[in-house]
């Protein structure tokens, strides 16, 4: 599969997974309009859930959920994205940009491509997350991303396996640009990983002692002040 094949399907694969789950989330947000339901009500927001649950339920009867084949597809298909050039990754991720239901489905799989790391500790597995991340260009919330990206760093290395590589190649396909859910461009986020802070304050990346980011990957990665 070359890269605008890859856009193209994942773009169709986007825009299904919004669809299926566009009535889900407005049963939601009406059931809790309609009950006055606030995000401090624990015990509306107990009712709430349950009736989603219920309502999601008789919904999928008709309705299959499209996640496995979603998964599937990123677990056969993810080189046509690594073996792309940077630009055929801007463009791939720009065909189904500001979608967050997709982009949440991405991060999730991020998560569940570490725990497959941590089973098998197959670099595929490393690879593939990197690649979602990728896609998912901290769209969510880049502490979201920094989070899943640790996981992926920590779980490769107790499996034996250098990151480092895996993750300068996934910056070279990254965003140079600002994400929408954060400040600092994926490329550099990822770079950041495979960086001492010292290296990195040298290259103006964004690893001041005191920054958050600096201190996050730093614990991540078991390096001391």
Same mark, same amino acid.
């Given at each position: ?6 856009? @193209? ?13 566009? #009535? ?16 401090? @009500? ?18 999928? %009867?008709?309705?299959?959920?499209? %996640?496995? =084949?979603?998964?599937?597809?990123? @677990? ?20 189904? $940009? ?20 941590? $089973? ?16 998912? =260009? $901290? ?7 920094? %989070? ?14 250098? #990151? =480092? ?13 600002? #994400?929408?859910?954060?400040?600092? #461009? ?13 290296? $990195? ?9 005191? @920054? ?14």
């Amino acid at each position: 599969m070359d890269a605008k094949e890859f856009q @193209d399907k994942i773009k169709g694969y986007a825009e299904q997974y919004q669809a299926w789950k566009k #009535p889900i989330l407005e049963f939601h947000e009406k059931f809790r309009k309609e009950h006055d339901i606030d995000y401090s @009500d624990s015990e509306g927001l107990e009712r709430l859930e349950q009736a989603a649950q219920e309502f999601t339920e008789k919904y999928l %009867t008709q309705n299959p959920d499209p %996640t496995e =084949n979603i998964h599937t597809f990123l @677990d056969q298909e993810y080189e046509a994205y690594l073996n792309a050039i940077q630009e055929e990754c801007d463009a791939i991720r720009a065909s189904f $940009s500001i979608n967050r239901d997709f982009e949440n489905l991405l991060l999730e799989y991020v998560y569940d491509a570490a725990e497959k790391l941590r $089973s098998t500790k197959d670099v595929k597995w490393l690879e593939r997350g990197l690649v979602a991340a990728s896609l998912e =260009n $901290s769209g969510m919330d880049y502490r979201d991303t920094i %989070t899943s990206l640790g996981e992926l760093y920590k779980v490769a290395t107790v499996a034996g396996i250098d #990151p =480092n590589p895996y993750f300068q190649k996934a910056a070279s396909l990254a965003s140079r640009e600002k #994400p929408r859910g954060g400040s600092t #461009p994926l490329n550099i986020l990822l770079e950041s990983y495979t960086k001492t802070p010292e290296e $990195s304050a040298k290259a103006e990346v964004r690893e001041i002692k005191t @920054d958050p980011l600096s201190i996050f990957i730093r614990f991540i990665k078991g390096e001391k002040e």
